[in-house]
C-alpha cells in the first residue's frame, strides 16, 4: 500500500458494497470508477432514473428523467418533471419493528423508538398540523434540540407538503428572527427547557420573544416546561393532534421541502429552497452508495438542528439504517476536567456503524491526549465521516492512530446549498492521507483555473458543470431566482461556482484549501487558508488561529492571529518558528507578515470561523450580520490590530 493511503477497504469489503451493486445493475465495472463516473454525468436522465430504481425510491416516477432547454442547461433544467415523491414516505417505510430511533444525550439517557412508533408520532402531529390549517405550501418553523420531537416535526411536516425550517436553541431572537422569520411560518414549534454542557438553560424569554416577532405566526407549540407567551393559541406538545392514520401527500418533484440559511456573516443569511426530489434522490445516494450505509446501520452525526447535516443524516432512515439523536455537548467539563468521551460511549453502548464530526472536534481531542480506540470497544464501527472544514493531513494520522486502524474514513465536501457533496468517500477506494476520496457520482465537480480551462493538480475554483436533482430551487423572498443565479451563476454563465478554493489529483482525489472568499492574495498568488492552519495546528502552543489578508498599498500581506493555550505567551521565537514552518510546507507565499495574540476568534453558531468578520474589522469595515456569530463580542479586539503590535 502507498505510504500515503491510511486504509484500503478488502475485497469483501468492497464487493458487498451498494456502489459495487449498482455498477453491476447498470453494466459498469464497480473496479473502473473513472468511467462509471463519466458516464453518470454524461447521461444525466439515465443515471439518476437507474439510482431512483435501484434505491426503490416510493413514488410515480413519470417518463421524462432529465430535460433541459439549450441556452439555459444549468438554470433551466428540471428533473422528473411528471413525477409524484413524499419524503416522509420514503424515510418512513419499513418493518414495523425495526429500530427507527435511538435517541441520547450528554447524561447517557435513551429512548428507542420503532418504525411503528415513529409512523404513529408523525401521524399525530400531522394530524394536528392540518386542525390548526397548515397544509401544502405552508411554512412549519422550529426551534428545538436535537431530539425525537425536532425528527418528528420533520416528518409530519413533509408528510403533508409543508415546508420545515429549523433553528437550534443557541440561536439568539436576532439571528432566528433573521431565519426562520423571514418566511413567515404558520406554525411554530419550541422547545423552553435545554441542556447543554451539563448546564440547564431556560429560554421561555428569548422564544417569547422570538413568536412576538414573528409576522404571520397563527399558532405556537411547546414543548416541556417552560412559561413561553405568544399573542396566537398556544398548544402543549402533548395535547397536539390525535391518533389516526398517516397520509402522505404526494407532490411534484421541485416542490419545495425545506429551507436552510447561510452563515449570514457577510449579510443577512441567505434563505434556501430546496426541491424535495432533488433532497431525495440526493442524499439516498450519498448514503447508500459513498457511505456503505446499509439497513440496519446505526449513524450518528455530532449536529445541531439547523446544520444541513441534520437534515442529511436524517436521510439515513430512507436506506433501512438506524438514525442517533445527540443532544447536548461533545465534550463537557466536569470537575474542572475535559470529559471527551461522550461520543465515544455512544458508539460502544449503542453500537454505532457510523459516526460523523468535525476536524474542530478531532483538534480537541488530540489536544486532550484522549485516544478513543484505547478507552472504548469500537468494534462496530465501520466509518467516519467529517465535514464542515477541511481536515488536516496529520488528522487522519490521528485517526488512524488513536481511533482504529481498520475503518473507512471520508472527508466530504459540499454545502447548505446542495443539501449534499461534491467531493465524500467510498467503499471502493483507499483513503489517502489529507485528500477527500471521490467525486459524487451524478456530479460534475471540476476545478478551473483564472483562464476558465479545467486543470489537474493545480489549485483552483471548485465548480460543476453538469446539472443536478439537489441544486437549490430559489432562494426565497423577493427577486429570490435573481439574487440564487448571481450567487452561483454570475462569474461564469451556466456553471455552479461553489466558492471553495480546490485542487483534484490526477488519481482523482482532491484536496480543499479554503473558501475562495477568503482566499488570500500576496503578490496576486492565491492561497488557501487551510494550508496555514494545518501547520498551525501542529504547534502544541497553539489552541486556535484565524488567517485572512489585509490590503496594504499595491498588494495583500497575511495575517494570523492566535489563541495561546494557558501558560503560553506568543514571543519573538515562536512568531520565528511558526514562520520557519510555513515556508518549509508550504512556501513563502504563506509566511505571514503579521501575527498577533488574541483571546478569542469569531465562529458561527454551526461552529465555523469567520474569516470574513475578522478581516472586515480588522481593515475598519462593518461586520454586517452579527448575530449569526455565537461571540460577537470578540470582534472588537481585531479593530486594534496595529502593525507596529504585530510580531
Known amino acids: 500500500m502507498d505510504e500515503q493511503q491510511m486504509w484500503q477497504p478488502d475485497s469483501a469489503w468492497a464487493s458487498s458494497s451498494a456502489l459495487a451493486d449498482f455498477a453491476k445493475s ?33 413514488g410515480d416516477k413519470g417518463d421524462i428523467a432529465f430535460t433541459a432547454p439549450g441556452g439555459a442547461r444549468m438554470t433551466g433544467a428540471q428533473f422528473f418533471p411528471e413525477a409524484r415523491l413524499n419524503i416522509a414516505e420514503n424515510f418512513l417505510k419499513g418493518d414495523d419493528a425495526a429500530l427507527a430511533v435511538i435517541e441520547t444525550d450528554e447524561d447517557g439517557g435513551r429512548r428507542d423508538i420503532t418504525r411503528a412508533e415513529l409512523r404513529a ?70 422547545q423552553a427547557q435545554v441542556r447543554y454542557g451539563g448546564k440547564d438553560v431556560d429560554l421561555s424569554t428569548r422564544l417569547s ?40 401527500e404526494r407532490l411534484a418533484f421541485d416542490a419545495p421541502c425545506y429551507v436552510l440559511y447561510t452563515s449570514g456573516t457577510t449579510g443577512a443569511p441567505k434563505a434556501i429552497v430546496h426541491r424535495t426530489g432533488g433532497v431525495l434522490l440526493q442524499q439516498l445516494k450519498e448514503h447508500m452508495l459513498h457511505g456503505d450505509l446499509r439497513q440496519g446501520d446505526r449513524f450518528l452525526w455530532y449536529t445541531n438542528t439547523a446544520w444541513m447535516m441534520y437534515h442529511w443524516v436524517v436521510a439515513s432512515l430512507g436506506c433501512g439504517a438506524t438514525v442517533v439523536l445527540y443532544d447536548g455537548a461533545p465534550i463537557i467539563k466536569r470537575d474542572g476536567k475535559l470529559d471527551c468521551s461522550p461520543l465515544w460511549t455512544a458508539v460502544a453502548d449503542l453500537r454505532l456503524t457510523h459516526l460523523g464530526i468535525s476536524p474542530k472536534y478531532l483538534a480537541t481531542l488530540a489536544e486532550q491526549g484522549y485516544a478513543p480506540g484505547a478507552e472504548k470497544d469500537l468494534s462496530s464501527l465501520r466509518w467516519m465521516l ?36 461534491f467531493l465524500l468517500g467510498s467503499p471502493l477506494h483507499p483513503v489517502t492521507r489529507g485528500h477527500l476520496t471521490v467525486r459524487g457520482l451524478g456530479m460534475a465537480a471540476n476545478v478551473l483555473d483564472d483562464r476558465g480551462a479545467p486543470i489537474i493538480g493545480r489549485a483552483g475554483d471548485l465548480v460543476c458543470t453538469e446539472p443536478f436533482p439537489s441544486m437549490p430551487l430559489t432562494f426565497w423572498g423577493p427577486d429570490g431566482d435573481a439574487r440564487y443565479h448571481k450567487a452561483y451563476f454570475a462569474e461564469r454563465a451556466e456553471i455552479w461556482t461553489h466558492g471553495d478554493h480546490a485542487q483534484i489529483e490526477p488519481d482523482g482525489t482532491a484536496v480543499i484549501h479554503g473558501r475562495s472568499d477568503c482566499t488570500l492574495n500576496p503578490g496576486g498568488v492565491r492561497i488557501g487558508t487551510a494550508d496555514i492552519y494545518n501547520v498551525c495546528e501542529n504547534f502544541p502552543q497553539i489552541e486556535d488561529s484565524i488567517v485572512f489578508g489585509r490590503a496594504i498599498p499595491g498588494d495583500e500581506e497575511i495575517v494570523l492571529c492566535l489563541i495561546l493555550k494557558d501558560g503560553q505567551s506568543l514571543g519573538d521565537g515562536l512568531a520565528r518558528d511558526i514562520r520557519m514552518a510555513l515556508r518549509a510546507a508550504c512556501s513563502p507565499r504563506h509566511v505571514p507578515a503579521c501575527i498577533y495574540q488574541v483571546s478569542a476568534i469569531p465562529y458561527t453558531v454551526n461552529g465555523k470561523r469567520v474569516e470574513a468578520a475578522a478581516r472586515a474589522v480588522a481593515s475598519g469595515l462593518e461586520v454586517k450580520n452579527r448575530a449569526s ?18 510580531l
Not at 226 to 232: H, L, P, Q, R
Not at 393 to 419: C, N, R
Not at 629 to 646: I, K, M, T, Y
Request: hydrophobic share 45%; proline share 4%; aromatic share 8%.
Open 386 to 421: 467529517s465535514a464542515g472544514s477541511p481536515v488536516a493531513p496529520h488528522q487522519y494520522d490521528w485517526i488512524y492512530d488513536k481511533v482504529k486502524a481498520d475503518l473507512g474514513f471520508a472527508s466530504i465536501s459540499g454545502g447548505t446549498e446542495i443539501m449534499g457533496c
Open 26 to 58: 447498470v453494466g459498469r465495472s464497480a473496479a473502473d470508477y473513472p468511467a462509471l463516473h463519466a458516464w453518470s454525468v454524461s447521461d444525466l436522465g439515465g443515471f439518476w432514473s437507474a439510482f431512483w430504481d435501484f434505491a426503490g425510491v416510493i
Open 121 to 190: 408520532e408523525v401521524a399525530r402531529i400531522a394530524r394536528g398540523m392540518r386542525t390548526v390549517g397548515v397544509g401544502v405550501g405552508d411554512s412549519v418553523g422550529v426551534v428545538l434540540p436535537n431530539r425525537l420531537e425536532c425528527l418528528v416535526t420533520q416528518l409530519a411536516a413533509m408528510s403533508i407538503g409543508a415546508i420545515w425550517t429549523s433553528c437550534s436553541p443557541d440561536f439568539g431572537v436576532a439571528a432566528i428572527l433573521d431565519r426562520i422569520g423571514r418566511v413567515n411560518p404558520k406554525l411554530m414549534i419550541v
Open 629 to 646: 456569530l455565537v461571540n460577537e463580542e470578540c470582534l472588537l479586539q481585531f479593530s486594534g490590530l496595529s502593525r507596529e503590535a504585530a
Open 209 to 248: 420573544d422570538v413568536a412576538r416577532g414573528m409576522v404571520g405566526l397563527e399558532h405556537l407549540v411547546t414543548i416541556g416546561a417552560g412559561d413561553v407567551t405568544a399573542e396566537v393559541p398556544v398548544t402543549d406538545w402533548q395535547a397536539f393532534g390525535t391518533a389516526g392514520s398517516l397520509e402522505f
